[in-house]
């Protein structure tokens, strides 16, 4: 795990919790998280605000985001696939599979992670 300003984290997600369904997604991969690795930032929260890191609402709402320690920016279907990476160690291994999604996802990136 990396740290950026001072927190420890694998990645960092910029998810909408007005959305239900992200909002949902979200608790459960908190949940699975039990080596703390996913950092997980609602964008609509009232302490929020997307410039300071560099992007805007438009932005973060267009399109799935994420942001590794080293302050690299993903968008899409890598942004999940990190996610369930780090937390692969608590899944078993039929969940583990799920690793593998990349090469058949990237097809489906335009859709999937625009809203």
């Not at 608790?27 to 890191?53: A, V």
């Amino acid at each position: 795990m990396h740290k950026l300003g001072g927190e420890s984290f694998e990645i960092e997600v910029f998810f909408d919790g007005g959305c239900p369904l992200c909002a949902r997604e979200m608790n459960s991969l908190r949940h699975r998280d039990k080596s703390h690795g996913i950092k997980i930032t609602d964008i609509h929260d009232r302490g929020f605000d997307p410039g300071d890191h560099g992007k805007s609402l438009g932005e973060l709402m267009a399109q799935m985001h994420g942001r590794l320690p080293d302050g690299t920016w993903l968008r899409g279907v890598e942004v999940f696939r990190r996610l369930y990476h780090a937390i692969a160690a608590d899944l078993p291994n039929d969940g583990r599979q799920l690793l593998g999604l990349r090469e058949k996802s990237t097809a489906a990136d335009g859709t999937l992670c625009r809203w």
